[in-house]
RNA sequence: GGGCCUGUAGCUCAAUGGUCAGAGCAGGGCGCUCAUAACGCCUUGGUUGGGGGUUCGAAUCCCUCCGGGCCUACCA
């Protein structure tokens, strides 16, 4: 049995998230962490909301609620959610805990007596009537280069000029579009990442097999001009982890914040923290995940998240954990993903365009999302949803082929032989050759899945259930019973075992209707099929159980085209 | 501008430099009747974006052109 840690990237706390954040990182990570579980390894899967940073600020006031109330109710909406989905997160943490607090306090003060903290003198846009210091993607003016009138203080979105807010045309400021802006000086603490480069670089090159998408991105930003990058790590704002050297103050920084990025990953580790005292249990019952010197020598370490993450992950928070001196757990694979795309363009919160977490649940049981999500992965590339292909998805594999087989099986049983295991009869040379087929593909979904290769193991699966409807033509129990009434309760018993090895393997992709299977099937044995012959076997013999009600329902054309109406957006 | 990824059947995707480039869906044919008008079997369909090169051999490696996407450090 192994240690496993999983972290899923902390979704952001302003609103509710969309389909492809969801595939990007809490998703695949919950596949995993139950397959994990499943498997008999102890795991920690741990998530929690980012609930720092201006985009929280401006949330709050435009519901106008106070920024600490507004995140303490987006947590309770984006737990929710979580559930409606079927995460399942050992806990869900908030970056704003008392616990990560301490913590990312605890690590600048590290940090800084490891000489990695330097105070720099800086000037910042400064807006009056905002009463906040702008970042500069807050300020828009006209772009010097090609005349946009909508440039960004970073970048103008029209020429892609890079930019800086000095060089806007009549900058004003993108939340009230006031134009009193001024220059203020503000110091700010930095983390030296560029005392650490070689580390890092020699630490990335010591992580094998890692996705492409992973290290070329990390590679990147060691190597692009002159190297990593120093990077701020405070904020002039209100809302966030108050700047202090461990548990004291930090003279000069009164008022300010800890970046968001800065302590946001933290929370990995916090959040931990945070559910052992939601356990009521001891700092070493979370230590023993994260302190190599307290017990985590065994852990293995998997973050999840998307390709926008990875250089946070790979070098900033690995930054933070060497620079600390101290002997933090270090991330052992990282799996990236990419965008999920909404019918040929992006999602878009503002425009309305694309499902959201909260839609799609209204729509239809989580089960059906995580199908059609996990089996389209946006592992290699970009991939994109469509309704049609959605449609198509969830009434062909889910209802026809896993749906049907179990239809077919629990009510043929009940009807000729009543709602038990029947007795009759052994498996036969056909039983033999199906279970042997079975341990085969058993063994393969067992890889994809350890390889975290999640289309893969989508289809593995899939073809494990039409492994199930293969049998039943070749067996035909139907034709059976006319002449060989024992022959046939075997072959419907063998058909009632692969429904419960079904459930069982199912379970990390669809949780819901695995349970609904097993609660069918009055049985509570979940283990896993590693002696695929033997667990054909698991169902004792007349064994009591009942018909389920639909597996799944079908999508119609009328709901598909509904749907897609709904949720096109207001553009074109 | 720079960097990275990507382009394979109508659609979504596979294929450590090595048999006739494979699946699923869609299309066509046949079978079955237990089942959610479901299931099974067979089958049509590809100059692997274009061009050039390396190699005994290229979807795969190199060059180039065309198309799509992402990142580029103060949104998170």
């Known amino acids: 049995m192994a240690r496993i840690l999983i972290t899923s990237a902390l979704p952001y706390i302003n609103g509710i998230k969309h389909l492809g954040n969801l595939v990007g990182s809490q998703l695949p990570a919950d596949l995993y962490a139950r397959y994990m579980r499943a498997r008999g390894h102890e795991v920690m899967f ?17 519901a106008g609620e106070p920024v600490a109330e507004y995140c303490a109710r987006m947590h309770g909406v984006q737990k929710r959610l979580a559930d409606g989905f079927g995460l399942s997160f050992d806990h869900f943490g908030r970056s704003s805990s008392a616990r990560n607090h301490a913590l990312t306090q605890h690590f600048a003060g590290r940090l800084a007596e490891a000489g990695l903290i330097e105070e720099v003198e800086e000037t910042q846009v400064f807006s009056p009537d905002d009463g906040r210091f702008l970042p500069d993607r807050y300020i828009e003016g006209t772009c010097p280069a090609c005349g946009y009138e909508r440039a960004r203080g970073d970048q103008c979105e029209n020429c892609t000029k890079q930019l800086t807010p000095r060089e806007l045309v009549n900058p004003r400021s993108a939340i009230s579009g006031a134009t009193n802006l001024e220059l203020r000086a503000t110091k700010h603490l930095y983390l030296r990442q560029s005392a ?73 580790i916090s959040a931990t923290a945070e559910w052992a005292d939601a356990q009521g249990l001891d700092d070493a019952a979370w230590r023993r995940w994260w302190r190599t010197d307290e017990g985590a020598g065994d852990v293995r370490y998997v973050q999840f998240m998307g390709k926008d993450n990875v250089p946070f992950h790979t070098l900033s928070f690995p930054a933070t954990l060497m620079g600390s001196g101290e002997p933090w757990k270090m991330v052992d694979y990282i799996k ?69 087989f179990v239809s077919r099986v629990t009510k043929f049983c009940a009807a000729r032989f009543g709602p038990q295991v029947p007795a009759g009869g052994d498996y036969g040379a056909l039983e033999h050759v199906v279970a042997d087929e079975l341990a085969g593909k058993l063994a393969a979904y067992a890889r994809h899945m350890e390889a975290m290769e999640v289309r893969k193991a989508a289809a593995e699966l899939r073809a494990i259930w039409v492994l199930g409807n293969e049998y ?32 069982v393997i199912s379970r990390p992709f669809l949780p819901e209707a695995s349970g609904r299977i097993m609660v069918a099937l009055a049985c509570a044995d979940w283990s896993w099929p590693v002696a695929p012959a033997r667990a054909l076997e698991a169902l004792p013999v007349g064994h009591a159980f009942e018909v389920p009600e639909m597996l799944f329902r079908k999508i119609t054309d009328e709901e598909r085209a509904a749907w897609a109406e709904r949720f096109a957006g207001v553009r074109a």
């Open 336 to 404: 990236s993903f990419n965008y999920l795309t909404y019918d040929g363009g992006q999602f878009s919160t503002s425009q309305g365009r694309g499902v959201f977490m909260d839609h799609a649940l209204e729509l239809l049981p989580g089960d059906y999302w995580r199908w059609w999500l996990l089996s389209h992965a946006p592992e290699t590339g970009d991939s994109e949803f469509t309704w049609e292909n959605f449609q198509a998805s969830v009434n062909k594999d889910l209802a026809d082929v896993l749906g049907n």
């Open 196 to 268: 650490l480069k070689d580390r890092l670089d020699a630490w990335i090159d010591s992580q094998k097999g890692w996705p492409i998408l992973t290290t070329s991105i990390a590679k990147k930003w060691l190597h692009d001009g002159d190297g990593l990058q120093d990077r701020g790590i405070t904020r002039d704002l209100d809302w966030g982890v108050p700047v202090k050297r461990g548990d004291a103050p930090w003279p000069g920084m009164e008022g300010k914040v800890f970046y968001v990025w800065f302590d946001a990953p933290i929370e990995y």
């Open 46 to 62: 741990i998530c929690a909301t980012d609930e720092h940073g201006t985009p929280a600020e401006l949330a709050a006031a435009k």
């Open 472 to 503: 039943l033509q070749e067996a035909a129990p139907w034709s059976t019973i006319k002449s060989d009434e024992a022959a046939a309760e075997a072959q419907v018993r063998f058909a009632l075992n692969l429904m419960r090895i079904y459930a």
